[in-house]
């Protein structure tokens, strides 16, 4: 139901306190990324380090979490390792319903432990687990152990971070219950900061409905819409992976750090390959049926004898670009094998993969050596990668210590700028032209789902600055609407800005039906602010020279326009910088 | 008479909607655990999903164990409801060989009824509502 406040649990890992808040604000910001970002703006110290114990790190929810199919997600906020500044992440699982059932609409964690701990919370529980023993675990030990230690199976959420995080890597995430992610901008690397190795929250409460059968109805409704129709079955089919061999099709995937858009090594690696020769089962975030998470296995012989180890791997369009293709590797299992040692380090696969590209060519330049890294590396070698995931992950060297603050950061030392696939941050898998470039070098988060660019670049639009300015604005404001409710964006078409007013209004939310659109504007404003308030200037952000060599389905990339459409963004995200009016 | 079986749980997906669908529906509030059937992880998510559901036995333990009546043996297996009569004592919880009996915070039971609720929501036809032999 929609509440007058915002109920926010505040804990503070330096004095062991907590406390209960009631926030206003929920008709202004919604929750979720409106949450987040006004939050964010409350709590941190823009002056101050990135890991300064005072940051916060943000977990918020949204006033439709949990009551509708697909707002399943959680929007995770904090100051970024990677650039200093305002960062949203976001993931699913089991995180949002836990904390929807844990009775709060945002966690936010202060100060650090002076060991290291596993915060554990619930409807009725706020406790601090030693978790010394933890320290230096994997990822997946880590959630092994806990699930072992922690009561509440299957009813709870364990966030945790893996020895990248511990090392507060600019490329670490946060690990949500095995196969979801908080994957970019370095959160992880806020955890470990905080000496923080996992959050564990039992959604062990529950909550009211609206009386009468309104509720119910609109419910059903919309779970049909999502289950007895062909909307959601590309998710739920080959998933997201059936992009891989359209891209390569279009000359828009990355191959080998970007030296190539399209490979006939695609057979090995496309949606239908994955499925076919891996695909174990499917499964859900909580409070989801579509099931978008493929579960790959793959088995491994490490004895002559007939014995095998097996590995079970969540895979996506972004993890199979990012550890297959822009690796050169084209083997289905190896590329799952490669992606289950980036999980285990607890590492970003998109930012993880593109740097190990980064390096490889690096190493083939002779703009580092081998003596820097430790290790050659080559595209399609699975092995080598295999043991760079944890020289990456675990910081061994200073080669590797550099790395893991950025691709662009490693760059600045070593040289190799031009070639470094880095938008914001390391790129997404979508070689496809002008806009997406712009808007992740330019967007909020620096990532493929702050708009839909890549679809709008493979759209017959004209190369009109004006029209694709217009599209980035206003299909950002769509989209926060969405992430501030927490759909997610899977759930786009279904959750039309109408049915979003029937589901508000329905559980009493008619002033905040009646506002959605003042509400999209004032929270994408916020959130630029929210970045703003750390020094970003968009004006300041370059498009690396690989970007304009690329070559896709409609040719090489067109400078003027690449150039204009920059300018261009980054005078609008300026003045929504700027204070209200 | 008919009973819930989780009989296909194989193709689980762990979506939660059936214990969702119990809570919403049956009875009306938002929860994991308020709901006569739950999803768990069998060992983490990497191994699938089992049901914790009422197995119809008969006789049944948790009536046996309830001292007001407020759970009571049903024809053909499993137990009818009558919230009014509980004290929260959790006998019945703590009878349930299998427990399928949930308790929310202030000791409240939830336990299937076998009404098939939540069996439409189920994505992969997990669950199916049966006519009992014999």
Not at chain 1, 238 to 253: Q, R
Not at chain 1, 444 to 452: C, E, N, Q
Not at chain 1, 458 to 485: C, G, H, N, W, Y
Not at chain 2, 73 to 98: D, E, F, H, M, S
Request: charged share 20%; hydrophobic share 40%.
């Amino acid at each position: 139901m929609i509440t007058e406040n915002f109920r926010v649990l505040e804990v503070n890992l330096s004095t062991g306190r907590s406390a209960i808040r009631n926030v206003p604000g929920v008709e202004t910001v919604l929750g979720g990324s409106g949450l987040a970002a006004k939050l964010h703006m409350e709590y941190s110290r823009p002056g101050l380090a990135w890991d300064d114990p005072s940051q916060p790190l943000v977990f918020a929810i949204g006033p439709l979490t949990g009551f509708f199919p697909l707002m399943s997600k959680t929007v995770c906020a904090f100051t970024s390792p990677l650039h200093g500044q305002y960062a949203e992440s976001h993931a699913g699982a089991r995180s949002a319903l836990a904390l929807r059932f844990a009775g709060i609409d945002a966690l936010v964690i202060i100060g650090r432990s002076e060991r290291p701990t596993v915060l554990h919370l619930g409807a009725n529980v706020i406790e601090f687990m030693e978790a010394g023993y933890l320290w230096g675990k994997d990822a997946l030990t880590t959630g092994k152990l806990l699930r072992r230690i922690l009561k509440g199976s299957g009813h709870r959420t364990i966030m945790r971070i893996g020895p990248a995080g511990e090392n507060k890597s600019a490329m670490a995430c946060i690990n949500v219950d095995t196969y979801r992610h908080f994957g970019r901008l370095g959160g992880g690397g806020v955890m470990g900061a905080k000496n923080l190795k996992a959050v564990a929250v039992e959604g062990n409460g529950s909550c009211d409905l609206p009386p009468g059968k309104e509720y119910s109805a609109l419910f059903a409704d919309i779970f049909r819409k999502l289950t007895d129709t062909d909307m959601m079955r590309k998710y739920h089919n080959l998933g997201t992976a059936s992009n891989l061999e359209a891209l390569n099709e279009l000359k828009a995937l990355p191959w080998r750090n970007l030296q190539a858009t399209s490979d006939p090594g695609i057979g090995g690696i496309t949606g239908e390959r994955f499925a076919d020769d891996t695909l174990l089962r499917n499964a859900a975030c909580s409070g989801c049926p579509v099931g978008c998470i493929h579960i790959g296995f793959v088995r491994e012989k490490f004895h002559k004898d007939n014995q095998y180890l097996y590995r079970q791997v969540g895979y996506d369009y972004e993890p199979i670009f990012a550890t297959g293709s822009m690796l050169g590797l084209t083997h289905a299992p190896e590329v799952l094998t490669v992606m289950d040692e980036v999980e285990k380090a607890g590492l970003d696969v998109m930012s993880g993969g593109v740097a190990l590209a980064w390096a490889t060519e690096a190493l083939e330049k002779g703009v580092v050596t081998q003596e820097q890294t430790g290790i050659d590396l080559r595209f399609g070698d699975a092995q080598g990668y295999m043991r760079a995931v944890h020289m990456l992950g675990g910081a061994v060297n200073d080669f590797w210590r550099t790395l893991a603050g950025g691709t662009m950061a490693a760059a600045a030392r070593y040289g190799g700028g031009d070639f470094a696939c880095v938008l914001g941050q390391e790129m997404a898998g979508y070689a496809t032209g002008e806009v997406f470039y712009v808007a992740q070098g330019l967007g909020l988060r620096h990532s493929h789902l702050d708009t839909g660019a890549y679809t709008y670049d493979q759209s017959k639009a004209p190369k009109d600055v004006d029209k694709a300015l217009t599209f980035l604005l206003e299909d950002e404001r769509e989209r926060v609407i969405l992430t501030s409710m927490v759909a997610c964006l899977f759930a786009r078409k279904v959750y039309d800005p109408e049915t979003l007013r029937q589901c508000l209004t329905v559980l009493g939310g008619q002033a905040l039906a009646d506002g959605l659109d003042e509400a999209a504007a004032r929270i994408q404003k916020l959130r630029w602010q929210a970045r703003a308030s750390g020094g970003y200037d968009p004006m300041n952000v370059r498009i690396p020279k690989r970007f304009l060599e690329v070559e896709t389905w409609k040719g090489r990339t067109d400078p003027q326009y690449l150039e204009e459409l920059r300018l261009a963004y980054a005078g609008a995200i300026r003045e929504m910088c700027g204070p209200e009016n | 008479m008919k009973h819930l079986i989780a009989s296909r749980m194989e193709r689980c997906i762990g979506c939660h909607s059936c214990s969702l669908a119990c809570a919403r529906l049956v009875h009306k509030c938002l929860s994991w655990e308020n709901a006569g059937i739950r999803i768990l992880s069998s060992g983490g998510l990497s191994t699938g999903f089992t049901a914790k559901l009422c197995l119809v036995c008969d006789p049944a333990p948790c009536a046996a164990a309830c001292p007001t009546g407020s759970l009571k043996q049903r024809k053909g297996g499993g137990v009818t409801q009558n919230k009014k009569l509980c004290i929260q004592c959790g006998k019945c919880a703590a009878a349930c060989p299998v427990d399928a009996i949930a308790q929310d915070r202030q000791g409240n039971p939830y336990v299937c009824i076998h009404c098939g609720s939540c069996v439409e929501f189920c994505p992969h036809d997990c669950l199916e509502l049966r006519e009992a032999e014999g």
